[in-house]
């Protein structure tokens, strides 16, 4: 893209981005899903958004990170089981798809985010108490979280994003996470599969720093106010139906653009 095109989409979603960051890092997620659907409805290529989107991702996701460890709702004895995704990340992220074979695999995963998301919402509004405490033996979490994080790995790595926008609503409808352990647990899982996603995908992939340096500035102070509210003041109950409907109107823009 030429220097003008690149000032002129920075102008248009910058504010878009704040926002994103804002509201996702106020549950613990970083908003890739929804920065990639941006970028690629703007007009960047796809091949070149992973990347910036992982980037993005690990500054948002860093900041919720920090606001909910320092509200004490991160347990890294609980997290550890899910970094199994680590390996299929890294490699996931290093297969180039056809765009289109991409995009479709992306609008699949926007829209289970989405319904997983809502479905989540609804049982923290109608079973607010059926929360289990963290109390699972060691064998057991790793029974759920090493299969878990694999498989949330392999789509992280190919869609480029953290993954944590799946993970976080597991967590709440099996029961084994409040929303705000959720949250953290999920930050810190994207944080740690953004950076390996990184990694993968500049190996076959360059980064646009022209796009992604003001972008991470905003994002980064989404990312910071939006998680200082959520670890200490807002109600998630709320937040996760707003998070669920931007990723389906996300999926809804892909998909016409997958069949123009």
């Given at each position: 893209?030429c220097?003008?095109?690149?000032?002129?989409?920075?102008l248009i979603i910058?504010?878009?981005?704040?926002a994103?960051?804002?509201?996702?890092?106020?549950?613990?997620?970083?908003?890739?899903?929804?920065?990639?659907?941006?970028l690629?409805?703007?007009?960047?290529s796809?091949?070149?958004v992973p990347?910036i989107s992982?980037a993005?991702?690990?500054i948002a996701?860093?900041?919720?990170f920090?606001?909910?460890a320092?509200?004490?709702?991160f347990s890294?004895?609980?997290?550890?089981?899910?970094?199994?995704?680590l390996p299929?990340v890294?490699?996931?992220?290093?297969l180039?798809?056809?765009?289109?074979s991409l995009?479709l695999i992306?609008?699949i995963?926007?829209f289970?985010?989405s319904?997983?998301?809502?479905?989540?919402s609804s049982k923290i509004?109608t079973?607010?108490?059926?929360?289990?405490?963290?109390n699972?033996?060691?064998t057991k979490l790793?029974l759920?979280?090493?299969?878990?994080?694999a498989v949330?790995?392999?789509?992280?790595g190919?869609?480029?994003i953290g993954?944590?926008i799946w993970?976080?609503?597991l967590?709440i409808?099996s029961?084994?996470?409040?929303?705000?352990?959720a949250?953290?647990?999920?930050?810190?899982?994207?944080?740690?599969n953004s950076i390996?996603?990184l990694?993968a995908?500049?190996?076959?992939?360059?980064?646009?720093?022209?796009?992604?340096a003001?972008?991470a500035v905003?994002v980064?102070?989404?990312?910071?106010?939006?998680?200082?509210?959520g670890a200490?003041?807002?109600d998630?109950?709320?937040?996760?139906i707003?998070v669920?409907?931007?990723v389906?109107v996300?999926?809804?823009?892909l998909?016409?653009?997958l069949?123009a």
């Amino acid at each position: 893209m030429c220097a003008i095109v690149d000032q002129l989409i920075i102008l248009i979603i910058a504010p878009i981005f704040f926002a994103i960051s804002f509201v996702y890092s106020s549950v613990g997620f970083a908003g890739g899903s929804s920065y990639i659907a941006i970028l690629v409805l703007a007009g960047v290529s796809l091949y070149t958004v992973p990347p910036i989107s992982l980037a993005l991702n690990i500054i948002a996701a860093g900041m919720a990170f920090i606001n909910y460890a320092r509200a004490r709702y991160f347990s890294l004895k609980f997290s550890l089981p899910f970094l199994s995704s680590l390996p299929f990340v890294f490699f996931a992220g290093l297969l180039v798809l056809p765009e289109r074979s991409l995009v479709l695999i992306f609008v699949i995963a926007l829209f289970a985010a989405s319904a997983a998301l809502l479905a989540s919402s609804s049982k923290i509004r109608t079973q607010p108490n059926k929360i289990r405490k963290f109390n699972l033996s060691n064998t057991k979490l790793a029974l759920i979280g090493v299969p878990v994080g694999a498989v949330l790995g392999v789509v992280a790595g190919l869609v480029g994003i953290g993954g944590g926008i799946w993970l976080s609503p597991l967590l709440i409808l099996s029961g084994l996470a409040d929303p705000k352990r959720a949250a953290a647990t999920a930050s810190f899982f994207i944080v740690t599969n953004s950076i390996i996603g990184l990694l993968a995908h500049s190996i076959n992939r360059s980064i646009d720093v022209s796009l992604l340096a003001p972008l991470a500035v905003v994002v980064l102070a989404g990312g910071f106010i939006g998680s200082k509210f959520g670890a200490f003041k807002l109600d998630h109950d709320k937040i996760i139906i707003i998070v669920a409907a931007v990723v389906a109107v996300a999926g809804i823009e892909l998909t016409i653009k997958l069949l123009a």
